[in-house]
């Protein structure tokens, strides 16, 4: 709430928050007075407009680690920065080698924490949307655009567990189309999810992607929730 003064001069009003629309409401005080009504020459928003974030790190869940089985190229490729279709791509298993959800595949993108030379960058991530490239074309002039197909975009701050408490779960079609591809999906975390559905009937159950980028802001109105304190240790029986 703002008192303004009669001055022609600009009048600046702080108010701080995340959200898509911005109100000016008359009060019903103003409304007795017989001046309901609102007369501006010019009203301006200012704010940090959303843009890609700068994960630290993005691994296939479940894929990247134990025996091999089935082509495999690291998540990390998938935030490397490179927007060119044939500098790179990320690749989960493309058979064999682990089993979890009935072979669905999962790649995990940290956003980031707090470090031990940072301990500041305990925020968490207001996340808006998702971008994403899909794989180049070969050299026989196959593309692998397709691939993608229905997948799930998740939020949420649990490593390594996209099912424990997800902030926002959104689901998405996406087109046989080298991108790039906008998802819109809100949320504060850490962690970023793309989550593909069980595909195994058709042998095209996994992800191939030229490039992720994570859309959004740091949210700095608040911080990680610390961990609960260690209980204190019983007393020795006598």
């Known amino acids: 709430t703002a008192d303004?003064?009669?001055d022609e001069s600009p009048l600046y009003e702080a108010c701080e928050g995340i959200g898509r629309y911005v109100y000016i409401h008359k009060t019903t005080e103003q409304a007795a007075a017989g001046d309901n009504y609102l007369h501006f020459r010019q009203v301006q928003v200012h704010g940090e407009l959303p843009a890609p974030l700068s994960p630290v790190s993005a691994y296939f869940l479940y894929e990247e680690t134990g025996d091999a089985g089935g082509q495999i190229q690291a998540g990390a490729?998938?935030?490397d920065g490179l927007l060119d279709p044939s500098s790179g791509y990320c690749h989960s298993r493309s058979s064999g080698g682990f089993n979890y959800g009935a072979e669905e595949t999962w790649l995990q993108?940290?956003?980031g924490g707090p470090t031990v030379d940072d301990p500041s960058s305990n925020r968490p991530f207001y996340v808006t949307n998702v971008t994403i490239w899909n794989a180049y074309v070969d050299g026989d002039g196959n593309?692998?655009?397709h691939r993608l197909g229905t997948h799930d975009v998740v939020i949420s701050n649990t490593r390594n567990d996209p099912s424990a408490d997800p902030v926002n779960v959104c689901t998405f079609t996406a087109s046989a189309i080298?991108?790039?591809?906008?998802?819109?999906c809100e949320g504060i975390g850490r962690y970023v999810y793309i989550h593909l559905h069980n595909r195994a009937a058709d042998g095209d159950n996994?992800?191939?992607l030229s490039e992720v980028q994570v859309i959004g802001y740091p949210d700095t109105n608040l911080a990680y929730p610390s961990p609960p304190p260690i209980p204190p240790q019983p007393s020795p029986s006598p």
């Open 4 to 6: 303004s003064v009669v």
């Open 77 to 79: 490729l998938c935030i």
């Open 109 to 111: 993108i940290d956003l």
């Open 143 to 145: 593309n692998f655009y």
């Open 178 to 184: 080298p991108g790039p591809i906008n998802e819109a």
């Open 206 to 208: 996994y992800l191939h």
